[in-house]
């Protein structure tokens, strides 16, 4: 076995490891690439085409297959801490009018709240987006609360 054929089975090895510790579905596409490359020394290929090999077959398999296997394993993604509020009821503790920031409670914690519309204290919002530390509310209908 020459140094090349080594070299290929150390990166091969080297971007399963970090494919292993990773799971990103990034590193498996070079480790089949470098695959090829030692396959094309094997063959008694040049150094410039095993490392043309690597490159084009690395590059080809990961823009033809990471979009189709990320999308199919179901990339998925949760919205956490304040993104979590999105969606959510809140109660006024403080009006809402035009240019003027009322408060808004939500889970205990009281928010700066803005929205398009007058909004009394106690009235029931749903929280449309974040800006900052302002909630984007808008009032809810007795009729459209949630259960």
Do not use: H
């Not at 290929?45 to 297959?65: D, K, P």
């Not at 035009?98 to 709240?113: D, E, H, L, P, T």
């Amino acid at each position: 076995m020459d140094y090349y054929q080594i070299a290929w089975l150390a990166i091969v090895v080297i971007f399963l490891v970090v494919e292993v510790a990773t799971t990103a579905l990034t590193t498996v596409w070079f480790a089949i690439g470098a695959a090829l490359a030692f396959i094309a020394s094997l063959l008694g290929a040049s150094f410039m085409t095993q490392l043309v090999i690597f490159v084009v077959s690395s590059v080809i398999l990961f823009i033809g297959f990471f979009p189709f296997v990320r999308k199919r394993l179901g990339a998925r993604t949760y919205n956490t801490n304040v993104d979590s509020l999105i969606g959510k009821e809140a109660v006024i503790t403080e009006d809402i009018s035009f240019n003027i920031i009322g408060k808004a409670s939500i889970g205990g914690v009281i928010w700066s709240a803005t929205s398009d519309e007058e909004i009394s204290k106690g009235d029931t919002v749903k929280i449309l987006k974040i800006s900052g530390n302002k909630l984007i509310v808008k009032k809810i209908n007795k009729g459209e609360q949630q259960c």
